[in-house]
């Protein structure tokens, strides 16, 4: 019997995943910290669609989460042939300003945990020379993000991660994709701390800014899933800004990304 894990499966995008690919009989293993979340969602999935689900609770901004997750997973036999790296964290704000612990945890939880579980489930799926790994970036991956430093790096290197290892699995019959939804309304700008005047100056407010659900968001990965693209921008919106991105200079992006910023944070 075969699983797909998703991380970030508690809430936002990856929850909106679990239940389309539940609705598509796929048994599922759901993570992320919450395990109370987590264990009602299963008992709903299980009712409601008739697939197996199990849960892992982990914190993955902890450096041996990934090996505690990829040991449950064999300890209980559940098979997995499609990876969905989602959970990610971001911040906003000055730089100097931020906790550093806290900017430390998310390179581990944004890039450092999503390269162990990539390494670790990568292995059966060569030896059976089958399975997909999805990584979900951000339009940020596309460039340098004044403000929200930290998160658009991290993004930047899921982006340059992810292509690659797109062409070293092709030989193995793996495949792996790389997604980059734009602005989404869940709970991403609470959980970073940005739910204030930041949002404005970087133009996240979901109250403002054209905004995708995350139901969207997991519909359009679903389909570029079944489609087997190895790359896919979420939003016809986000789909124009980032070929328009490719033709600009990155100074020029961040100076003007800089700029937009301070003088939003001077108006309030
Ligand atoms: N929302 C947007 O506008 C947007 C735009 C572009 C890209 N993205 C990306 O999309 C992905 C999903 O974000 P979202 O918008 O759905 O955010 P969200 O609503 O905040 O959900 C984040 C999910 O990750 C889990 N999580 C957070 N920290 C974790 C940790 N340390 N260990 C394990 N799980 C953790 C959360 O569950 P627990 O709290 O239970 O752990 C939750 O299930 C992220 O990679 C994000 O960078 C989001």
Known sequence: MTYTLITGASGGI???????????????????????KLAQLSHQLQAQYGIQVGCIAADLARPDA??????????????????????????????????????LELLQLN???????THLFLQPMRERRSGTIINIASMTAFMPVPYMAT???????VRSFTEALTQECRPYGIDVLLFAPGLTRTNFNEAAGINNEKADGLNSDYTT???????????????????????HVAG?????????????????????????????????
């Open 14 to 36: 990856g929850l909106a995943l679990a239940r389309q690919l539940a609705a598509q009989k796929h048994n599922l293993v759901l993570v992320a910290r919450n395990a109370e």
């Open 66 to 103: 990934a090996q505690h997750i990829y040991s449950e997973t064999q300890q209980h036999q559940w098979n997995v042939n499609l990876l969905v790296n989602n959970a990610g964290v971001g911040s906003g704000g000055e730089f100097a300003t931020l906790s550093l612990p806290a900017e």
């Open 111 to 117: 890039t450092a945990s999503l390269v162990a579980l």
């Open 151 to 157: 998160y658009a790096a991290s993004k930047a290197f």
């Open 209 to 231: 800014a054209p905004a995708q659900t995350p139901e969207e968001v997991a519909k359009e990965l679903v389909n570029a899933l079944r489609a087997k693209k190895p790359f």
């Open 236 to 268: 016809r919106r986000n789909r124009l800004g980032a070929r328009l991105l490719a033709c600009l200079p990155n100074a020029m992006i961040a100076r003007y990304v800089a700029r937009s910023y301070q003088k939003q944070l001077a108006q309030h």
